[in-house]
């Protein structure tokens, strides 16, 4: 196959250099996937696997290209950095058990292991083709490319089962690509399945972050986890199997099917929008989640109908479970979760919504954001098969927009000055007067400081003012998530 992978001029350049140090540079693992996925697109990112070089002589070669981080080395790999390109340079390599669990291993560098041993030591057949950029063709020591052509994930040995987190990697390349286990690696996945606790969370994290941030068939993704006995260690989301929803509404069937599906369409909102890394993280989990409470709240009435009244709010604490079991960080978790409560908001209103209500649930979703949210519920109106249609939001987001709320809340105009400035001590008596001020400027009766300033007079006119101190301390909170009191 000449010409498979698009090299850069750097790429080319460390290849040259380890040939010269008498090594045979191989490219491996998702450039070479990538490139048979979409032929011409040139891989962001370049493995390369040095056979007949040890490592001493291959760090000395590589330094004549560009600078060469060892912070791997006790693993045998190295990471060469020139000009905005990062490149990971390994030895082939065994790991020797020395102890339980997945850090219970040794791992030897073996410069002569052969080619087609060392490919077996990767996790699926379609990730262990090698390139040889000089003879320009593919390695295939265990059927990846038939594989890769039928979008099957397959072992390709026992040392699989070395690592459990290798099923959460399926579960990721099922979520990018739409694959599906083989039935045979379906079974050692599930054989698996106790070492799962065995896994830091961190680690858990990095497998699902992908699929946040570049999963695009997350239905497939349940799927795989489901064949592979995986999908019970997210009770959250394993609750909604079987979960029944009205079909007039959700033809598309239970709930976990409908999530799958809202996920997908989450996902190719997200996209549209050109939103990459955390939020876009943000609305495909957010999709994936936002029904979790129908577990507990969904009810088959005695004439059939079938009804989740309050799983939205419901839905809050096992999502914020979920987010928390897989090890995703609180700030992520803090946006996710106001999006998962408000997400029938906008169901049953017709038309553009009063800005004063769109303020409101700016105030309500934050540290989320009305886009984010608006991208959510689409997905859960696109995700109902052949009952989809359009996303109810678009007149929020609109709105949000024209008051300049889309990104964050408005901040509050009334400062404890003005307050002052009247003649009022400052403390915590304030409280109520500033939560009066937000709902009169959510409500636009003014827009800006000297309008504030005026409302504020006219309570200290007609005594609303004196009542409010009066009031003591309450216990909403001001923008940013200042207390009132």
Known sequence: MPGLVDLSATARAL????RAAGGRPYLVG???RDALLHPGRRPKDVDVEVFGLA?????????AVGQVDEVGRAFAVLKLRRGGEDFDVSLPRTEVKSGPGHTGFTVVADPATPPRVAAGRRDFTLNALMYDPVAEEVLDFSGGLADLR?????????AFAEDPLRVLRGAQFAARFGFRFAPETAALCRSLAPAYRELPTERVWGEWRKI???GVHVGAALAALDDAGWLGHFPQLARLAGVPQDPRWHPEGDVLTHSGLAADAAARLADAAGMTGDDRTVVVLGALVHDVGKASHTQVRADGRITSYGHAGAGVSPAEEFLSGIGAPPGLIARITPIVREHMVATGVEGRPRAAVVRRLARRLAPATIGEWSLVCGGDHAGRGAGSGPNPTIGWAEVAEEVGV????GKLLLRGTDLMALGHSPGPQYAPVMTAALDAQDDGAFTDHAGAVEWLAMAAAD????????QGPTDRALPGGAPTG
């Open 463 to 470: 005594g609303r003012l004196d009542a409010w101190l009066a």
């Open 30 to 32: 998702g450039s070479v």
């Open 55 to 63: 490592l001493d002589p291959l760090v000395e070669s590589l330094s």
């Open 150 to 158: 039928a979008g099957v994930l397959r072992h390709t040995t026992a």
């Open 15 to 18: 290849l040259d250099a380890v």
């Open 212 to 214: 946040g941030e570049k």
């Open 406 to 409: 889309a990104e964050r809340p």
